[in-house]
């Protein structure tokens, strides 16, 4: 029987998304480290053909932060049951480089200092190990160009996004969200 937390199995159960497999994978990459906070975030995705399901889970110990990642592998030719992929990845704290947090706020204009909510969170955790290149083609100021001018980009962190809404989890887990971000930030500065 794995040993996270309480609350944490309590999560992962009410996610749903074989809860055993995941604390049996955060068990293992937690190495018997005590868990300060944690955030899962279950996804249900739909494509032309098939349905979709996988769950992020965060957890930040005294040391690390353990991103574990779970997804459905629909069968196919060369296996012919569905299974899943699931995958941990533990970085030292001393390694973080950004934490970005997102707040999309509902009519921004009646926003009451620590009174109200967002309504959406998103937060970007980089340490460098992936990063995302956006490219467009470039243009000049003349409307009559027609010459190529190359390309222009951008590189971004891309270590981990989620983004957790109010509409689809609930105001309880854009606050969780909120609360994790803000322990991660801090540790990451040094301050746990």
């Known amino acids: 029987m794995p040993v996270v937390p309480t609350t944490l199995r309590r999560d992962l159960d009410r996610a749903g998304y074989y809860p055993a497999l995941v604390a049996d994978v955060l068990d293992v990459a937690l190495a018997e480290e005590d868990v300060l906070a944690h955030l899962v975030l279950p996804e249900t995705t739909f494509d032309d053909v ?16 353990v991103v574990a990642h779970v997804d459905d592998l629909p069968a196919d030719s060369e296996h012919p049951s569905a299974s899943a992929s699931a995958t941990t990845e533990s970085v030292p ?22 009174r109200t909510a ?23 100021d003349d409307p009559q160009c027609e010459a190529d001018h190359g390309l222009t980009g ?21 606050k969780a969200a909120v609360q994790f971000a803000r322990l991660l930030s801090a540790a990451g500065a040094g301050r746990l």
Do not use: K, N
């Open 93 to 114: 704290l001393r390694e973080l480089r950004t934490v970005g947090l997102t707040h999309v706020v509902g009519d921004p204009a009646r926003y009451r200092e620590g």
């Open 50 to 65: 098939e349905l979709r399901r996988h769950v992020t889970v965060l957890v930040l110990t005294g040391t690390r932060l």
């Open 154 to 174: 951008s590189i971004t962190p891309d270590d981990v996004v989620v983004r957790v809404s109010a509409a689809a989890e609930g105001t309880d887990a854009v």
């Open 118 to 140: 967002p309504v959406e969170v998103v937060i970007a955790i980089g340490w460098g190990s992936v990063s995302r290149v956006d490219l467009e083609p470039a243009a000049c």
